[in-house]
């Protein structure tokens, strides 16, 4: 026998024991399981900062926007405001166009969720062996990249225009933070409404939301420059109670009560607005409607 005829003896010798070698059984994972939903999430969550990412408009209305805006109520109001008030106005612009910020990219993400609930996306990835929670929950840490990305190129802007961190290191990670759990709970609140209505009336309604609370709070001008009626209002509402939260852990001043009210109302629209965002998004992913 040569040496060829020998190895390919060996060879198929080989192969016959390896077929004959049972195969190793692993058990499946349930979909419903802990782990899965971890890894479904995350692959969800990379998936929509992919198309994000990609996306000119989305681009420009979480970034560009925001960062011209900030620009420009500097030139405008800046010295004004800081003859008024003897504080520096940058110490409330930063954190109201942060905020400003994480709202109007969660209209942009709104309005992503409509586009793959009508091509049918949402309802092929319920068929799939999916965890059914990932969807909506890798939609969500999404949000929360996306606003943390933002707020970082605000505040680098802010830097520029002599925003500083005057508390340290630390107050500096928790102003950071702020908006982010601003931004994920006023994602749950706008997914909520965009399962229940169409795009256009999705837009207005968010408009309305954004537009009020951007110009009736004490990041666009200090409480006492409101009308007596109305300082009560503009102080405890969720947009100033995050600035002056904010405001205080860069430039210095009262924290613990505005982030308190910061932290109840994060939590109370999640708690209100999260199972009416679960079930409209499991029902958008069933029906397609």
Not at 31 to 50: A, D, G, P, Y
Not at 57 to 81: C, D, E, H, K, W
Not at 84 to 97: C, D, E
Not at 177 to 192: E, H, K, N, S
Request: aromatic share 8%.
């Amino acid at each position: 026998m040569s040496s060829v005829e020998a190895t390919m003896a060996r060879v198929e010798e080989t192969e016959n024991i390896a077929w004959k070698t049972p195969l190793p059984e692993v058990a499946a994972k349930p979909e419903n399981s802990l782990s899965l939903w971890v890894t479904h999430s995350l692959i969800q969550c990379k998936r929509l900062l992919l198309v994000w990412a990609r996306d000119p408009a989305t681009t420009i209305q979480t970034l560009v926007y925001p960062a011209l805006t900030l620009v420009m109520f500097r030139i405008v109001l800046g010295n004004s405001i800081t003859a008024y008030t003897g504080q520096p106005s940058i110490y409330a612009q930063v954190p109201l166009l942060a905020l400003v910020a994480a709202m109007s990219g969660a209209v942009v993400s709104a309005l992503g969720f409509k586009g793959e609930k009508m091509t049918g996306l949402l309802g092929r990835f319920w068929t799939m062996p999916i965890h059914r929670a990932a969807g909506l929950t890798g939609r969500l840490l999404a949000e929360a990249v996306r606003v943390l990305i933002t707020t970082l190129f605000v505040v680098a802007v802010g830097m520029l225009l002599g925003f500083r961190f005057l508390e340290g290191p630390l107050a500096g990670i928790a102003l950071i933070a702020i908006p982010v759990l601003f931004g994920v709970a006023f994602a749950v609140l706008v997914t909520a409404l965009a399962t229940i209505t169409d795009g256009v009336m999705l837009v207005n309604v968010i408009g309305i939301i954004n537009t009020l609370l951007m110009f009736f709070n004490t990041g666009f001008a200090p409480v006492f420059a409101y009308p007596s009626w109305l300082r009560s209002t503009i102080q405890n509402q969720p947009m100033s109670c995050a600035i002056d939260a904010m405001r205080g852990l860069a430039y210095g001043g009262p924290v613990g009560e505005p982030l308190m009210k910061t932290l109840l109302w994060a939590i109370g629209l999640i708690i209100v607005f999260a199972y009416p965002a679960v079930r409209g998004y499991r029902r958008a992913a069933e029906t397609g409607a």
